[in-house]
């Protein structure tokens, strides 16, 4: 019951090391504390508490003669593509929680909401889409991982990602399947940053990006498997049921929508899914975390058919729901 409640402390911990570099510092060699508290200009005793915090957490440890060194598990944290930088992204989140009461009654206007302006049709502030491509291909990484580990694309022969931001999740596609054409559609503040990435891969001649917004503009013809990766969820029913029909529409017989994204638990509630992704998109003032099973049953009132949502490797990561067009 207190792992509980001191969770909330155990995250503005592990935001306060990332934001101070103290594991990528220990990543380096071991310091002591004196030394942490020097480079990250804290007060000696106060950063005695927080690398005591951050023991209790096992991401570091003491050595002999009281220098830290990491844990297996703090390296990993440093090691897993994009989660440092949604850690000191989440300062946001918190300051939006900080009265959770207003928050629930939806008497409070988020920061989230302004971070995320495109969920709202607005347009996007170069700085911010910026920020929102790097975060986004970041953590995009786990997610192509994890999605290439349950969808086989072998006998995809165009595949279009809607959304696709800077490419991160076609370009892990690509790599995959060397022979496979990719095509992006996402906005035109986000879109055309995807070229440089396939120029540096050697994909450009794979590679076609088509600036727009699946809210406003026709989608692209010519794919024969769409990818929505983590869109559904940053989107309220009608819009999410507009751009599946849509998807529908441009789609061949027999053509294929692969949707890959955080989702809930449905009936069985997940941390993931029903503690985290639904308060985050709560924040965001529009969008929400779905189970499968509300995906599955949004695909079959578009006109897919053959619908599977097949297990997931690491469900806090991203699930799968796979469908056809008839």
Not at 197 to 202: L, N, P, S, T
Not at 209 to 233: C, H, K, M, Q, W
Not at 297 to 310: H, M, Q, R, Y
Request: glycine share 8%; with cysteine.
């Amino acid at each position: 019951m207190f792992d509980l409640i001191a969770g909330f402390c155990h995250s503005q911990v592990l935001m306060a090391l990332v934001k101070l570099d103290i594991l990528t510092a220990l990543l380096e060699r071991p310091l002591s504390t004196r030394a942490l508290a020097h480079r990250a200009a804290v007060p000696e005793p106060r950063m005695a508490v927080l690398l005591k915090a951050a023991a209790s957490l096992q991401l570091i440890k003491s050595k002999r003669g009281g220098e830290w060194k990491l844990t297996q598990r703090g390296a990993a944290l440093l090691g897993v593509p994009g989660l440092p930088q949604m850690i000191a992204h989440h300062d946001v989140l918190y300051r939006d929680l900080a009265d959770p009461v207003a928050f629930f009654r939806g008497e409070t206007e988020t920061e989230l909401a302004n971070f995320w302006p495109y969920v709202f049709g607005g347009d996007m502030d170069p700085e911010v889409a910026s920020t929102y491509s790097d975060l986004m291909a970041q953590s995009q990484v786990l997610v192509a991982e994890d999605t290439l580990q349950t969808v086989n694309f072998a006998k995809t022969k165009i595949l279009m990602d809607v959304g696709g931001g800077s490419g991160a999740f076609l370009e892990a596609v690509g790599r995959a399947y060397p022979d496979l054409q990719l095509k992006l559609f996402d906005l035109p503040e986000v879109a055309p940053s995807a070229q440089e990435r396939f120029a540096q891969a050697g994909m450009s001649s794979r590679f076609e990006v088509r600036s727009g917004s699946f809210r406003n503009d026709p989608l692209p013809e010519g794919a024969d498997t769409i990818s929505l990766v983590r869109v559904l969820y940053d989107h309220a029913d009608e819009t999410v049921a507009a751009l599946l029909a849509s998807c529908f529409d441009v789609l061949p017989s027999g053509g294929r929508l692969v949707i890959s994204e955080p989702m809930s638990g449905g009936a069985t509630p997940t941390r993931a899914g029903d503690a985290y992704f639904a308060l985050y998109t709560m924040a965001m003032g529009t969008g929400k975390a779905r189970s499968s099973s509300e995906i599955s049953g949004l695909c079959v009132s578009a006109g897919f058919v053959e619908v599977e949502a097949p297990k997931a490797r690491r469900p806090f990561v991203t699930q799968i729901v796979t469908c056809q067009k008839p």
